[in-house]
């Protein structure tokens, strides 16, 4: 399909080009490069940019044969047959118009006379000459004497960096690109611009390539356009044989041990194909190993193989690699992946445990391959069991819970019992919701079992539920009776780790959170990979709750490093750790586009339960920056997915709510919700979101929360909620310099939001007091703060900058005039009368020297109108 492919700029490149053409000590200059990298593009933009006659040809394979092959056509009909005499009226012809710029595209395939002729203008400097030249090939010694002798510049042309290559897929689809997908392209193209240009064709026309929510996603494997795939198949129809039987056994395989490959294909050709620049041999792990030089040649590769052929290459590859011992999870699913469409048969166990380790390794996809090749070659209830937990996390959840009723729970031995219950409880429980029928299905197994072990599993899995449901208590007795088990299964202390992990960050207990989180880390090894950020989700909410920002800044980074194309899910997931983490420090546009795209990614059903913190997170962002609306529909959206299965959110979603009124200017009403969050905080024992929900109070201008703050101060972990109870007691003893001094703790723990309304508020005081040197500090202070924040904009931020001889509540009812609500919306949103707000717009209006609403609103809204004079 023909699209619009924008120019990206290469400004080091493009100056040193111009200045060639354009000074003395060259007379142009020579772009060198792989295929594809730009060199004639940019080339072509220098010399438009010079101006000036220009004469450009290129050369070919066909025309190298021919002596003066690219300028034959200039010099028109001429029978001599000696080259001094050719090349004199071909010289003629290419200077008939005066001083000419000459442009050679792919000088490499240069008949001899014509380099000849290119040298001798470059020596008398006749003309001025741009050239490129593919890196890697053999070149005719007259024209690399053009850059060795000195008469042109060598500009070695590399790949885009990984921002270049972004910016150039961002500008064509008009759109953000997912990071995960970024990464994939990167990868794949090798930050070629001609095959990236052709990924992404080659992914719209497939369909994989697609907008979510804002975001392209890439979603499958990569494809190459039926073009670019003529372009290297043209390349690959120039193989000796046995170079091509190396590539096809490296599509199926990569990377590959090279002692496999050297075994399959022959030493002589993989060395062939190595100094061809096919391939690339790395040393991982003290083994060395096979890659392709350019990842997209393996889809061309997969194109020109029959059915027939691809299975057979599969199964000598299978062959070989059985008879080795399997060393990693990586060797079993290379194993497995080689057996699904080969011609050799596999059995049963090895489908199980590739599945297994796919899934281990947040390859949902895979592993769902691996598990539904298990269910067809009859495995039980261990396979269904597999299979579901593949598909539940993907959103498949309907099938997932068919797939697991099916089975007869009274002819289930106890471990499969378990396995069985554990499964399909979190199906119901988290992927559909159903807290009520996850309830009966874990009462029927426990009612069941009467191992110790499988009672563990059972209590533990109990504490995760009861959690969700916000019964805390009952969380943490349940978790706290497993761990202090001796010899809990792997699944009981990870599922005790979560649920009893969570419980106790919310309660303020922040130590003993890690603690259960840490313990929950030692049994990773068994449990299934996306469950890991679960656990990890409780420990950065601990630390972010008892101040430690920059820990949770960087125990959120720790799980990034995802690159396979199923393992997107792990991607958003790890994007709502660091979009949790930058919020609670106030890194609002880091927050928004971690979590926008982990959102994207995780658009699914199935994912559902994990997008309601991540929507909180992202409304409280919205509104920092005064994106009302955005924040309003990302609680709309957190709200519409909640339930029962999902109640210990409820508090922290009053908050998103109380902040999105601030954001709207309804001061009075984010006050109320937020007390009415941190009333709810406090009946579950919430006590670190109750002081959360107090704080958010006293940033709103109310200090008569700060004897809670206080008692909270006292059982509630972290140097935070200090802070927070030393901010509300400045407030209300109107201490501007106990405001500064609280506003520097904030900043230097790194809650950048909180140091900037204490700021803010202290220069209001100083304002009171009359100290305008201490006013403009800490005003200026609070405008530092803010724009570290992205441009934050909160009710102190504003009135800091703002000052106005208005009450509270005329600057309140000012602002939602402001914001275009009627006298009757704002009447109704505050609970009051219209006449009542008509009375204090009509002050308003007298104390602002303005004539009307409308144009107390355009003042507050900081348009230049409406002044009365």
């Avoid at 050369?59 to 021919?66: F, P, V």
């Avoid at 546009?589 to 959102?599: F, N, V």
């Amino acid at each position: 399909m023909a699209r619009n492919w924008p120019m990206i700029e290469r400004e080091t490149e493009f100056d040193a080009l111009r200045s060639a053409l354009d000074g003395r000590d060259h007379v142009g200059a020579v772009l060198t490069g792989d295929a594809g990298v730009g060199k004639t593009t940019l080339a072509r933009k220098a010399t438009a940019a010079v101006g000036g006659n220009i004469r450009w040809v290129a050369g070919t394979e066909s025309a190298r044969g021919i002596p003066l092959g690219v300028f034959a056509h200039m010099v028109g009909v001429y029978t001599a047959h000696d080259p001094v005499t050719f090349m004199s009226a071909a010289r003629e012809a290419l200077l008939a118009e005066g001083h000419t710029t000459i442009g050679v595209d792919d000088a490499h395939l240069l008949d001899q006379l014509s380099a000849t002729l290119l040298l001798q203008l470059a020596i008398d400097r006749a003309a001025h000459i741009v050239a490129t030249v593919r890196s890697g090939v053999q070149v005719p010694d007259a024209v690399t004497s053009l850059w060795k002798d000195g008469h042109l510049l060598r500009i070695d042309l590399g790949p885009f960096t990984q921002r270049q290559s972004v910016e150039l897929v961002e500008s064509m689809l008009g759109g953000q690109l997912e990071g995960f997908t970024a990464n994939l392209m990167w990868e794949s193209s090798a930050g070629n611009a001609l095959f990236l240009r052709h990924l992404v064709e080659g992914a719209l026309e497939a369909g994989t390539l697609r907008q979510v929510n804002g975001v392209w996603q890439l979603r499958g494997r990569a494809a190459v356009t039926s073009e670019l795939a003529a372009l290297l198949e043209d390349r690959v129809e120039q193989l000796p044989d046995p170079v091509l039987r190396v590539l096809e056994l490296l599509t199926f395989c990569e990377p590959i041990d090279i002692d496999i490959l050297a075994e399959l294909a022959g030493e002589e050709a993989v060395e062939s194909a190595e100094t061809r620049g096919l391939i690339r041999v790395v040393e991982n792990s003290h083994r060395l190993i096979v890659r392709y030089n350019h990842p997209l040649f393996g889809e061309v590769i997969r194109r020109r193989l029959g059915v027939a052929s691809a299975r057979r290459l599969r199964g000598r590859l299978y062959s070989s690699l059985k008879e080795r011992p399997i060393k990693s999870a990586a060797d079993r699913i290379r194993l497995a992946e080689l057996a699904l469409d080969s011609d050799r048969s596999a059995d049963l166990e090895l489908f199980e445990a590739a599945a297994a380790d796919a899934i281990h390794l947040a390859n949902l996809p895979l592993g769902e391959r691996f598990a539904r090749a298990a269910v067809q070659r009859r495995g039980g209830v261990e396979a269904a069991d597999l299979l579901a937990r593949a598909l539940l996390w993907q959103g498949h959840r309907i099938e997932a819970e068919r797939t697991l009723a099916g089975f007869d729970p009274d002819r289930l031995d106890e471990v499969q019992l378990v396995r069985w219950g554990s499964t399909r409880v979190s199906n119901l429980f988290w992927a559909m919701g159903d807290a009520d029928r996850a309830d009966e299905v874990l009462a029927q197994v426990r009612a069941k079992v009467q191992h110790p072990k499988s009672v563990l599993t059972l209590t533990a899995l109990a504490s995760a539920c009861e959690v969700n449901e916000n019964r805390l208590a009952d969380a943490c007795a349940d978790a706290e009776s497993v761990m202090t088990s001796h010899g809990a299964p792997r699944w009981a202390v990870w599922w005790a780790s979560f649920g009893g992990g969570l419980a106790l960050a919310l309660m303020g207990k922040a130590e003993a959170a890690r603690e259960y989180v840490a313990r929950g880390h030692e049994v990773e090894a068994e449990i299934d990979g996306l469950n890991r950020f679960i656990s990890t989700h409780a420990e950065v909410l601990a630390l972010t709750l008892s101040g430690e920002l920059e820990a949770a800044k960087r125990r959120a980074a720790g799980y990034f490093d995802y690159s396979a194309p199923g393992q997107y899910l792990a991607w958003g997931l790890s994007k709502i750790l660091q979009g949790t983490a930058d919020v609670a420090r106030g890194r609002f546009p880091d927050g928004i586009e971690h979590l926008e795209q982990a959102l994207a990614a995780l658009a699914t059903e199935g994912a559902a339960a994990w997008m309601i913190p991540a929507r909180i997170r992202l409304a409280e962002a919205y509104s920092a920056l005064g994106r009302a609306d955005d924040a309003a529909e990302s609680i709309r959206e957190a709200a519409a997915h909640g339930g029962r299965h999902s109640a210990v959110y409820e508090p922290q979603l009053d908050i998103a709510r109380a902040v999105h009124a601030g954001a709207e200017g309804s001061v009075s009403a984010a006050i109320r919700s937020a007390i009415f969050a941190a009333d709810s905080a406090r009946r579950s024992r919430q006590y670190a979101i109750e002081a959360m929900a107090l704080h958010t109070v006293a940033r709103f201008g109310d200090s008569s929360v700060a004897g809670r703050l206080a008692d909270l101060a006292a059982r509630v972990d972290g140097r935070l909620v200090r802070a927070q109870a030393e901010h509300a007691m400045a407030l209300a003893a109107q201490d501007g310099t106990g405001l500064d001094t609280v506003a520097a703790e904030f900043e230097a723990m790194g809650a950048l939001l909180s140091a900037a309304d204490a700021a803010a508020q202290a220069a209001s005081a100083h304002d009171r007091a009359g100290d305008r040197r201490r006013l403009l500090e800490s005003a200026a202070v609070a405008n530092r703060l803010a724009a570290a924040c992205g441009g934050a904009s909160t009710p102190a931020l504003r009135r800091a900058a703002q000052p106005l001889p208005l009450t509270a509540r005329e600057r309140e009812i000012a602002n939602l005039v402001a914001a275009g609500l009627s006298n009757r919306q704002i009447a109704d949103r505050l609970t009051v009368s219209v006449r009542t707000v008509e009375g204090h717009l009509y002050r308003a209006c007298m104390k602002m020297d303005v004539t009307d609403r409308e144009s107390l609103g355009a003042f507050m809204r900081g348009e230049a109108s409406g002044r009365s004079g």
